[in-house]
């Protein structure tokens, strides 16, 4: 039985919360259908350029519920893409993004023919249409917002919780598209978001330090007797220390233990939807089977998986997810 850690109590709270916000009352015209379908489709070439696993995963969705995926993920991408601009002062970006929530999240969309315009338009129909609550964007834009004042998290339970902003929320708006069961579903989402984040973040360290930001946690660096300076050497160098190849086992078995607790919750969704989101896990926990294959080399190696290696994958996810067992089993 899974006991739950204190940071899960704290996330599943806000989770909670933001379940109750309801979304905002619609007295807005709605867009005619070929605006709709010029913002729908481009959500979808946004999400093809910039993630191929959250694209293949989402093709195994039905195609009303594919498109507003797609369109949850074009949000996201956009909201990330405002704070990480190039350019301009953090107050700026910090502008910018008040700005994107106000056009996102608005209840009148913009028939405009831009690509914020699109996205916020596709974005609207979506979220009104499947009753995805108002607080998990809110709770989403927040979290990407952490990033322009905090380039440093000093524990776990800090880090989960900067995973639940950019990560869960995603999770629990996905899974009001899909559709379901009920509110035990929760905390399986809410595992399950912090399991993905944590793979972009052990996947993704020698990026986000030249971005100038280091989001493993100080004190677990710290026990293995791992500074930024040793990150800094290892990242100008490529030479992994054997204390870093220490930490980096600890730290895929507690992802790997999050993925085992939260993807169980797949069960719990509509069933049109699970062989979707099956895949969306199995694919990106398969990213830490291929850092330990690179020798835990994420400073100058990309861990990923291939498309011929995704596609080998799907048969046995699809028959696991037919079956309502654990895709990691």
Request: charged share 20%; with cysteine.
């Amino acid at each position: 039985m899974h006991v739950q850690s204190a940071w899960e109590t704290t996330l599943l709270g806000w989770a909670t919360m933001a379940l109750e916000t309801g979304t905002h009352p619609v007295h807005a015209v709605q867009p005619d259908a070929r605006s709709m379908d010029a913002a729908y489709a481009a959500c979808s070439r946004l999400t093809s350029h910039h993630s191929r696993t959250f694209f293949l995963a989402s093709a195994l969705l039905p195609a009303d519920k594919r498109q507003a995926v797609r369109a949850l993920y074009a949000f996201c991408r956009l909201t990330d893409d405002t704070v990480d601009a190039a350019g301009g002062s953090a107050q700026a970006r910090r502008v910018a993004l008040e700005k994107w929530r106000d056009e996102s999240l608005e209840q009148h969309p913009v028939d405009g023919s831009d690509l914020s315009s699109m996205v916020a338009r596709a974005w609207f129909d979506a979220r009104v249409r499947y009753h995805v609550p108002v607080g998990y964007a809110q709770q989403l834009i927040d979290g990407v917002a952490r990033d322009l004042i905090q380039p440093r998290y000093e524990s776990f339970d800090d880090l989960a919780a900067y995973s639940y902003g950019v990560a869960a929320t995603v999770g629990l708006m996905a899974m009001h598209i899909i559709g379901f069961a009920g509110q035990d579903a929760l905390p399986y989402a809410v595992r399950l978001g912090v399991a993905l984040q944590m793979t972009n973040i052990l996947r993704d360290v020698g990026e986000d330090w030249r971005a100038g930001r280091l989001y493993l946690p100080s004190e677990e660096l710290a026990a293995f007797n791992l500074s930024e300076d040793d990150i800094m050497h290892m990242a100008a160098t490529g030479n992994i220390m054997q204390p870093w190849r220490s930490f980096m086992r600890f730290q895929i078995q507690r992802n790997r233990q999050l993925y085992d607790h939260g993807v169980p919750g797949i069960a719990l969704l509509n069933r049109d939807g699970r062989f979707a989101i099956g895949a969306a896990a199995d694919l990106y926990r398969a990213i830490l089977n291929e850092i330990e294959a690179n020798d835990y080399d994420v400073f100058t190696q990309r861990a990923h998986v291939s498309r011929i290696g995704k596609l080998r994958r799907l048969p046995a996810i699809w028959w696991r997810s037919r079956r309502n067992k654990p895709l990691n089993a």
